[in-house]
């Protein structure tokens, strides 16, 4: 079966363990911490799994590396044809706007937002612009509800939904990373998709299952999230949910080729 990953994360070879080793931090500690963010590391583990395509995800913490790092996603999908890159952009960066177009101009695939990492609620008016931007054209991923903070909360999301209605999304993380029954409050009449990552380890497969069949299967496509996760485990894990044949394609590839166009 045809496999997608939609949501991975790679870094430069320099900087790849200490990247992946701040991602895990942030998250007490959370994750393998067997397994760095380099791209060679992601290739070797997911063609054991047998994974076939992957979406790089990007976050830029700090707003003056955002060209830098979208540059970096451009380079990596250029050389692997396995890959489809998003870009990101920071509410705080000057040229916010110049950002997005540069990401459409050069063919990448959506943007990549982190709330929590990046400290600007889904909702800040500052962002509104390029929603505006790019409702429509391309999607945006949105890392999802951490109880820590207020930023990522699916409210938020509810507002931008709503006032941005041709806007594509991925509610990573079930739609919230520790919030998922609030997202369901929330998120279910939206027009938004959500993605598996960081999500199937905390859940009874039953549990996974009934979520999956709420929303629908056609709203859900598949995500690691490497390097937290190693890709061969998170497959199996997904792979072994009591879904039907037909659900599993149509989050394991489906969904992401058709929001994707691939």
């Not at 583990?45 to 970096?72: C, K, M, Y």
């Not at 790019?134 to 999802?144: A, C, E, R």
Request: with cysteine.
């Amino acid at each position: 079966m045809r496999i997608i990953d939609f949501h991975t994360h790679i870094y430069p070879d320099a900087i790849a363990a200490k990247a992946a080793d701040n991602v895990r931090q942030f998250y007490d500690g959370l994750g393998n911490d067997k397994i760095d963010g380099s791209v060679q590391t992601l290739l070797s583990h997911s063609d054991r799994a047998g994974i076939s395509e992957f979406v790089v995800l990007p976050v830029a913490v700090v707003p003056e590396r955002t060209r830098h790092i979208n540059s970096f996603i451009l380079e990596q999908t250029a050389s692997q044809p396995r890959f489809y890159g998003f870009g990101t952009v920071h509410a705080a960066m000057e040229g916010l706007m110049d950002e997005v177009q540069f990401i459409m101009d050069n063919g990448l695939r959506g943007i990549k937002i982190h709330p929590d990492y990046q400290t600007f609620g889904i909702d800040d008016p500052g962002m509104f612009p390029v929603y505006e931007q790019i409702q429509g054209k391309i999607p945006m991923v949105f890392h999802m509800g951490d109880l820590r903070y207020d930023y990522s909360h699916p409210a938020r999301l509810r507002n931008v939904l709503e006032q941005f209605p041709k806007l594509q999304v991925v509610a990573a993380h079930f739609g919230g990373y520790q919030m998922k029954e609030i997202a369901r409050e929330v998120l279910t009449d939206s027009n938004c998709l959500f993605d598996t990552s960081s999500s199937l380890m905390f859940m009874e497969p039953e549990q996974a299952v009934e979520y999956i069949r709420h929303y629908g299967a056609e709203r859900f496509l598949y995500g690691s999230d490497f390097p937290m996760w190693d890709p061969e485990v998170e497959l199996q894990r997904f792979l072994q949910l009591p879904l039907t044949d037909d659900e599993k394609e149509q989050i394991a590839w489906k969904t992401a080729a058709k929001l994707l166009g691939v």
